[in-house]
């Protein structure tokens, strides 16, 4: 399970039910898919790996169904139902949380959006507490995708 580098990207592979899947930067189908299940979820401001997977609750096995592809395989040729099921019965709490982990190494650009929105958020504040004459919290609530 150790983490491989190719000439422009990196991926890790994990084996799950005695298949092995991999895990490498997302495509656009891929953050589009992550995008639409995300939708009304409220993931707490600096959550780790374990506030995601608390927030995410019932969602988590077709996120990572979305997440990882099975070894040889194309992301627009899964069946994510099927490997959702795959992965609720076949992924423990600490791999989960290790993928979850991975996914914001694997896939920089996402910690960067989670920290444009958390500045977003508080820009938000700051303006909503000028208006309105109060002072801004100390710290965002969380971020609603």
């Known amino acids: 399970?150790?983490?491989k580098e190719r000439s422009d990207m990196q991926e890790k592979?994990?084996?799950i039910n005695g298949k092995t899947y991999v895990h490498r930067p997302q495509v656009l189908g891929q953050l589009k898919q992550l995008e639409e299940l995300l939708k009304g979820t409220n993931i707490p401001a600096g959550a780790g790996a374990m506030?995601?997977?608390e927030a995410l609750g019932d969602k988590v096995p077709i996120a990572l169904a979305i997440i990882l592809t099975g070894?040889?395989?194309s992301p627009q040729d899964k069946d994510?139902?099927?490997?959702?099921a795959e992965m609720l019965w076949g992924v423990d709490l600490a791999q989960t949380m290790e993928i979850?982990?991975?996914f914001f190494s694997i896939n920089p650009l996402s910690s960067a959006f989670a920290k444009v929105v958390?500045?977003?958020e508080r820009f938000a504040e700051q303006v909503l507490a000028m208006?309105?004459?109060s002072s801004p919290s100390a710290s965002p609530s969380g971020t609603e995708i």
């Open 118 to 120: 958390g500045m977003m």
């Open 51 to 53: 506030g995601i997977v």
């Open 80 to 84: 994510l139902e099927a490997l959702a």
């Open 131 to 133: 208006q309105t004459g």
């Open 100 to 102: 979850v982990d991975d």
């Open 71 to 73: 070894q040889g395989k």
């Open 13 to 15: 592979t994990y084996e």
């Open 1 to 3: 399970m150790g983490l």
